[in-house]
C-alpha cells in the first residue's frame, strides 16, 4: 500500500512539481493549497508525512505546523518545509515551530523522497 503525503502549498506550479516528486518514487500526493485546506486533508485521508510551504494565505507554513503538532490526533506526523526562504532565521522558526526538517528550494526528488523515507 502506497503511503498518503500531504503536500501544501499555494502556488499550483509547485504543488504539481513535488506531487510529481512524491509519486515517481511511489508516494501517493495528496494535495493543498494552505494550512487551513490541509487540516480538512489531515481529517479525510490517512497521512505519514506532510511537505508544506512556509508562506501561503489564510493559514501559513509555521501555524499548520504548530496546529498540528497541538492535535493528539495528527501530532507525531512528520513534517518537512520546504521554502525559498533560505535565512537561518527562517530555518530555525520552522523547526521550533514543530518541523522535522526545513529544505530549501529548489530540491530534487532523489532528495524529497529520501527524507520522506527517512520521516516515514
Known sequence: MRKNVLIVDDC?????ILSYMAKSVGYNPVTAVNGLDAIEKLAQNDIS???TDLN???MDGLELVRTVRGN??????PIIMVSTEAGEN???LGI?????LYMTKPITAKWLAYQIEKLA
Open 96 to 100: 521550533k515551530a514543530g518541523a522535522n
Open 49 to 51: 508525512v506532510i511537505v
Open 12 to 16: 499550483d506550479t509547485t504543488r504539481k
Open 72 to 77: 493528539e490526533r495528527y501530532g507525531a506526523i
Open 56 to 58: 501561503m494565505p489564510m
Open 90 to 92: 527562517d530555518r530555525e
